[in-house]
T-cell receptor, first 114, second 114 residues
């Protein structure tokens, strides 16, 4: 989701349920996308990535879906656990002069209820 | 060793002070990054070093001066900062700066400018 003002969108799920976090990206020329997890007091941690020539990629308990037609990315977390509580950012790598740069989305806070 | 370390963890400085933030990695990575993250916002790219050369400067004010003394170290020199520069400063590194590299983030330095 997109943030409005100073408040991060929040997703609240019950422990054991599946979570889906959505992200809209901006640049149709982006060819690489990443999901990061950021816990309080820590830097972002890589979760999973996907290249633009794919539409789905699975990891351990996580799946990323890419829809280039509508420039939409989603992260699915299976059997969500309390340790999954964090802020999740999607990011896109955009190539340009001098190399590439990573642009982060606004972030979504996931809250897991025990 | 898959860790990026940053020192100090916290820094409080006045607007006339000069200070430096330090970042270190021993993963043999050849690309290093500085990001700025305000509260409840995503990280924003500031600088990219690739093979010890500055490759991207995202129009950052000159009161922030990056330095890459060698492939393992990245510094950010601060001078005459403003209160609005208070933020979490994150360092990251990646294999060689290609756009499909995984970036590994440090825990950040929380900077307060009085």
């Amino acid at each position: 989701g997109e943030s409005v003002g100073l408040h991060l969108p929040t997703l609240s799920v019950q422990e054991g349920d599946n979570s889906i976090i959505n992200c809209a990206y901006s640049n149709s020329a982006s060819d690489y996308f990443i999901w990061y997890k950021q816990e309080s007091g820590k830097g972002p941690q890589f979760i999973i990535d996907i290249r633009s020539n794919m539409d789905k990629r699975q990891g351990q308990r996580v799946t990323v879906l890419l829809n280039k037609t509508v420039k939409h990315l989603s992260l699915q977390i299976a059997a969500t656990q309390p340790g999954d509580s964090a802020v999740y950012f999607c990011a896109e790598n955009i190539s340009g002069a001098g190399g590439f740069k990573t642009i982060f989305g606004a972030g979504t806070r996931l809250f897991v209820k025990a | 060793d898959t860790e990026v370390t940053q020192t100090p963890k916290h820094l409080v400085m006045g607007m006339t002070n000069k200070k430096s933030l330090k970042c270190e990695q021993h993963m043999g990575h050849r690309a290093m990054y500085w990001y700025k993250q305000k509260a409840k916002k995503p990280p924003e790219l500031m600088f990219v070093y690739s093979y010890e050369k500055l490759s991207i400067n995202e129009s950052v004010p000159s009161r922030f001066s990056p330095e890459c003394p060698n492939s393992s170290l990245l510094n950010l020199h601060l001078h005459a900062l403003q209160p609005e520069d208070s933020a979490l400063y994150l360092c990251a590194s990646s294999q060689d700066g290609t756009n499909t590299d995984t970036q590994y983030f440090g825990p950040g330095t929380r900077l307060t400018v009085l």
